[in-house]
């Protein structure tokens, strides 16, 4: 002992060997009390009955035991419970539950409620892949061309029980091998000039319904809830052509949808004065019947005044009385000229001054 001692510094000596005093003198002190220390301790536990002692420490245990059989699904979450490996056909939902104690019962708990991501086609920083990275998919189109596609998958899990034991490990990769699937298949019914264009949303929605019927056909217990075309790039040897293509087909629409705005706000306008014209017609119309037909009544009433007046006057002297009416309305309009003329014989280029030769209009006197 002493020479593995000389080992060690001075200093780290001595401490070793002050504890090894205390230890020694330790043991020696419990040595000697030994017969007073059992007597102590039969006494302090000799009123407990043994047999009392062990059943008690049994039912303690066991009642431990028993109390590991509770758990708690948080919100968000379904859990599974397995009977001796067996899966027992009710699903858990969030709660305080109880199931019979390791090993008989096991729970597996599965969050819902996460929306999980699936790649198609590419691989992002934020969304990086340790071991089967998505890779570049290639599609046959309806018209024969070839295009690189790149989407992104939401999915939840819809059935606990089938997402744990129908997928072996890998869900996001089902998930993707179905995309890609569907994508091959929906692809190749449509032209590439309609997918850059037109039919990309329909194509989408195509996509994720199909996608999801392969899901369930595997029993997976998964949900897709989004689904979207990242891109879609056409061989790079007609990239460009393809990009003047897309961007003639968005002006032609841009043209369209002008074209019918403007429609829709001159049909309107044309309408509304058409029925204004026919308002302000209807208005004329109605305005000339009245005028008409007090005109008429005033001309009867004259009439009768007339052939009253024949009968009190001569008809001559109410025919001149009316006639000098007349011209008292019709001179004030027209253009009069005096004309003395001693032999009674009237210039005519006075009134139209296009006749060029004189000409003599003769007024015999009565």
């Known amino acids: 002992m002493d020479n593995e ?26 040595t000697q009390n030994e017969n007073s220390t ?7 536990f000799k009123h407990i009955n043994p ?14 035991y028993l109390l590991t059989g509770i758990y708690i699904v948080n919100p968000g979450e379904q859990a599974i419970v397995r009977r001796f490996g067996e899966v027992l056909p009710k699903t858990i939902s969030e709660g305080i539950h109880y199931r019979m104690p390791s090993p008989i019962d096991q729970v597996q708990k599965v969050n ?10 590419m691989n992002l920083p934020e969304h990086m892949h340790e071991d089967d990275t998505p890779q570049a998919v ?29 997928i072996n490990s890998n869900d996001e990769q089902l998930v993707r091998y179905s995309v890609e699937s569907a994508m091959v298949n929906i692809m190749s019914n449509i032209a590439v000039d309609d997918i850059l264009s037109t039919e990309k949303v329909n194509a989408q929605n195509s996509l994720m319904e199909q996608a999801q019927q392969i899901l369930d056909s595997y029993d997976s217990g998964i949900k897709i809830t ?10 790079d040897a007609v990239a460009e052509a393809f990009r003047d293509v897309n961007a003639a087909k968005e002006e032609k629409e841009k043209s369209i949808n002008e074209a019918k ?7 309107p306008e044309a309408r509304g004065k058409a029925e204004t014209m026919l308002t302000q017609a209807e208005s004329y119309k109605i305005e000339q019947i009245n005028q008409a037909t007090g005109d008429a009544e005033k001309f009867e009433s004259l009439l009768k005044e007339y052939q009253n007046n024949s009968k009190i006057y001569t008809s001559d002297t109410t025919k001149y009385r009316l006639l000098l009416e007349t011209f008292d309305k019709i001179l004030p309009k027209v253009k009069k000229y005096i004309v003395d003329s001693t032999d009674g014989s009237v210039d005519v280029k006075m009134f139209d001054p296009s006749i060029m030769d004189g000409t003599d209009l003769k007024i015999e006197p009565k």
């Open 51 to 64: 047999k009392k002692a062990i059943i008690s420490l049994i039912l303690g245990v066991l009642g431990i």
């Open 112 to 121: 819902v409620a996460e929306v999980r991501r699936a790649d198609v086609g």
């Open 261 to 267: 705005g403007y429609y829709n706000s001159l049909i």
């Open 5 to 30: 001692l000389n080992n060690f510094p001075k200093k780290k000596r001595q401490k070793i060997k002050r504890i090894f005093t205390k230890v020694k003198i330790f043991l020696h002190k419990l």
């Open 226 to 235: 989004a689904f979207n075309i990242q891109a879609i790039v056409p061989p």
């Open 38 to 44: 059992l007597d102590d301790i039969h006494k302090a």
């Open 138 to 166: 290639q599609l046959l189109t309806g018209d024969e061309n070839i295009i690189t596609s790149q989407a992104i998958v939401h999915y939840k899990v819809k059935d606990a029980a089938k997402f744990l034991y129908n």
